[in-house]
C-alpha cells in the first residue's frame, strides 16, 4: 500500500460568522495577515510538500476563493501592460494555471461539519493517503507543517496521522485531543481521540490541530459516521473509530501555529509576520509596540 501523499484537501465553505461583518462579502479565507491571504499559505504549504491534486470544498456563496487561487490572465496583462512586471510575475507564480495544475472545486451547500466537508471530495481524490489542510491554522516554520507530517508519515507505520501540540488545561476543551499512549520521536502515538472535552475528562493536553494525513479508509468511516459533537459530523470522531485497525499518530510539528480563526490569533499572526518586514517593524517600534533589543540588553 503506498504511503505517498497526493492529495491534499482544503476544506473552506464555512461562512467566518466571526469575523462578520468583514466576512459578509470576503471569505474568510481571503482576509490577510500582512499583506497575504490566509488561504495563499495553506496553497503554499501544500505545494512545497510535494502535493499534486488539491481539492477546494467550497461553498457557492464563496466564489472568490476561486478566483484568487486561479491564474487571472487579464489581470497580468494589465499589470504588464502598466510595466508591473513584478508584480504581475509573483501573480502568476502564486496562482494555479487551468492547464497545467490539478486542482478541482466542489460544493458543501449546508453546514454538516467537517467530516462532512472532507467526504465531499471522495470522488476527486488520488489513490493513497489524504492531506487535509485547514487555513484558519496558520503554521510557520522554516520547514512547512505538512512537508514535515509527509517525511514522517512516509517513514511510520501509522494510518492516520494528525498534527498536534500541547495546550494548557483550561484550553483542551477547544480541540480534539488524543489519547496517548507513548512516542516515537515526534509522533506521540495514540489509541483514540476526543472531541472537545471538559477539562476534567480530556485524555491528555495533546490538542489536534488543522494538518492531518489519514489513511484512504477514512472515506468509508465517514460515509457511517454519527452526527457528534454540535450535531455535525465530526472528522475526529471517524478518525477515532480506525484508531485501532489502523494506528493514529500525533505529530508534533516544529512551527508556530496560529489560530486565525479568531481575531485575537490573527492579530497575533499579523504582529509576528509585522516585525520580520522593515518597513513594519519601523512603525512597531515608533510606537513602543517593539521593544529595541538593545533596549532589552540594556
Known amino acids: 500500500m503506498t504511503r505517498h501523499v497526493r492529495t491534499a484537501i482544503f476544506p473552506v465553505a464555512g461562512l467566518g460568522t466571526r469575523f462578520l461583518p468583514a466576512t459578509k462579502a470576503t471569505p474568510k479565507e481571503l482576509l490577510p495577515v500582512l499583506d497575504t ?27 472568490a476563493i476561486e478566483r484568487h487561487v486561479m491564474e487571472d490572465a487579464r489581470l497580468t496583462r ?21 492547464i497545467e495544475d490539478d486542482v478541482r472545486f466542489v460544493m458543501q451547500p449546508e453546514p454538516k461539519g467537517l467530516g462532512h466537508a472532507v467526504l465531499c471530495a471522495k470522488d476527486h481524490v488520488l489513490d493513497g493517503p489524504v492531506a487535509v489542510i485547514l487555513p484558519d491554522d496558520l503554521i510557520l516554520g522554516s520547514i512547512g507543517c505538512l512537508t514535515e ?3 514522517a ?25 488524543l489519547s496517548v ?4 520521536g515526534a509522533i506521540v502515538t495514540a489509541d483514540g481521540m476526543v472531541e472537545k472535552p471538559a477539562a476534567e475528562d480530556a485524555p491528555s493536553r495533546q490538542a489536534v490541530v488543522g494538518r492531518y494525513i489519514l489513511d484512504a479508509s477514512i472515506f468509508d ?19 477515532a473509530r480506525g484508531a485501532f485497525d489502523l494506528g493514529l499518530g500525533g505529530f508534533q510539528f516544529s512551527g508556530t501555529r496560529f489560530d486565525c480563526g479568531s481575531k485575537a490569533g490573527m492579530l ?15 512603525v ?10 538593545s533596549a532589552v540588553a540594556a
Open 37 to 63: 491571504p490566509l488561504i495563499q499559505y495553506a496553497v503554499d504549504e501544500a505545494r512545497d510538500a510535494g502535493i499534486e491534486r488539491m481539492i477546494f470544498v467550497s461553498h457557492p456563496s464563496k466564489t
Open 78 to 98: 494589465e499589470l504588464r501592460a502598466r510595466g508591473k512586471e513584478d508584480v504581475a510575475e509573483a501573480l502568476t507564480e502564486a496562482a494555479f494555471c487551468p
Open 149 to 151: 507530517m509527509v517525511d
Open 153 to 177: 508519515y512516509a517513514k511510520s507505520k501509522t494510518g492516520h496521522l494528525v498534527a498536534t501540540m500541547e495546550v494548557p488545561e483550561d484550553q483542551v476543551h477547544k480541540y480534539g485531543v
Open 181 to 184: 499512549t507513548g512516542k516515537d
Open 221 to 239: 468511516a465517514l460515509k457511517t459516521q454519527k452526527p457528534g459533537a454540535g450535531g455535525e459530523i465530526q472528522l475526529t470522531d471517524a478518525i
Open 268 to 282: 497575533e499572526a499579523t504582529l509576528e509576520l509585522a516585525t520580520r518586514d522593515p518597513e513594519c517593524l519601523a
Open 284 to 293: 512597531l517600534k515608533a510606537r513602543g509596540l517593539v521593544v529595541p533589543a
